[in-house]
């Protein structure tokens, strides 16, 4: 790709060329040959230069793999770090506390790394009983006046605010979410992106299956995630769980989640 913002003058008229047609027509091919090699090359999108990597490799080479950051949640960290690039899908029994669980971690994570989150949540609606909760997540306390005194409250409702900045658009189509999610990244810096949860979103519905929709929406979540640079969290509901005989319910794991096996092929963790 080439672009030649001057392709000289006509010799009779004196007048600007305005394209290469022109400039052969009026100049001849080598006069054009010249433009062209004097032109800017542009690199179309995707094109990568492997030096642009190399610092990185070295990296690896020197130190491994990176082990991405604890959460500070102990028993957890023994588990699993938080890395950026990687799409983290989370499922479990209705009632088991999976967002209160995701949100505790977004709270740690800015507590200790100083991440922020664009965060899309519709079932935490309204949008002040979510900050509430997150509030009530940074001070330890129950979100009553009897238990927060205005200072702290003012302190943690400020943490939040720059912390944590939600989508809440009129159309929860998955390419909507994801243009705001852009601008949230590149305007606030946000390191995550929390989808919670999946089921309350939209898809074009192009595909021959419902497998299909759901293996190309997950498809674009992870490459939205890798070329920002950001972690995403998908929170997924699983399909209608039947009890065991004495009651309990069994272990849930990602093949589980209503819809597609492809939850399970794409996740990174």
């Known amino acids: 790709y080439v672009v030649v913002t001057d392709f000289g003058h006509d010799p009779k008229t004196g007048q600007p060329l305005k394209d290469a047609n ?3 027509m009026a100049l001849g091919p080598d006069i054009l040959r010249q433009k062209l090699d004097g032109g800017k090359t542009v690199r179309p999108e995707g094109d990568v230069d492997m030096d642009s990597v190399a610092d ?3 990296e690896i ?11 500070g949640l102990p028993n ?8 950026k690039g990687r799409l983290y899908i989370l499922t479990g029994t209705p009632g088991s506390g999976k967002s209160q669980f995701l949100d505790q971690v977004a709270v740690k994570m800015n507590v200790h790394h100083e991440w922020r989150f664009s965060l899309f949540s519709p079932e935490m609606m309204p949008l002040a009983l979510h900050m509430a ?6 001070t330890g306390k129950p979100f009553r006046k009897d238990e927060l005194n205005p200072m702290t409250y003012q302190r943690a409702k400020e943490r939040v605010k720059d912390a944590f900045h939600f989508i809440d658009p009129e159309d929860y189509d998955l390419d909507n ?3 705001i999610a852009r601008y949230q990244v590149r305007k606030y810096g946000c390191d995550a992106l929390i989808i919670d949860p999946w089921n309350d979103l939209t898809m074009d519905g192009n595909g021959i299956t419902k497998t299909d929709d759901i293996n190309t929406a997950l498809l674009k979540i992870l490459t939205f995630t890798q070329q920002q640079h950001i972690v995403t969290f998908v929170m997924a509901h699983p399909s209608k769980v039947a009890r065991n005989k004495d009651g309990t319910v069994p272990k849930i794991s990602l093949s589980d989640i209503s819809g597609s096996i492809h939850f399970y092929n794409r996740a990174d963790i």
């Not at 080479?61 to 959460?71: A, D, F, I, Q, T």
């Open 56 to 58: 990185e490799a070295l």
């Open 61 to 71: 080479l020197r130190n491994g793999l990176p082990k991405g950051l604890p959460v």
């Open 177 to 179: 979410i994801l243009n």
């Open 133 to 138: 909760m997150l509030v009530s997540k940074y």
């Open 76 to 83: 957890f960290d023994e588990l699993m770090r938080i890395q």
């Open 22 to 24: 022109e400039c052969l």
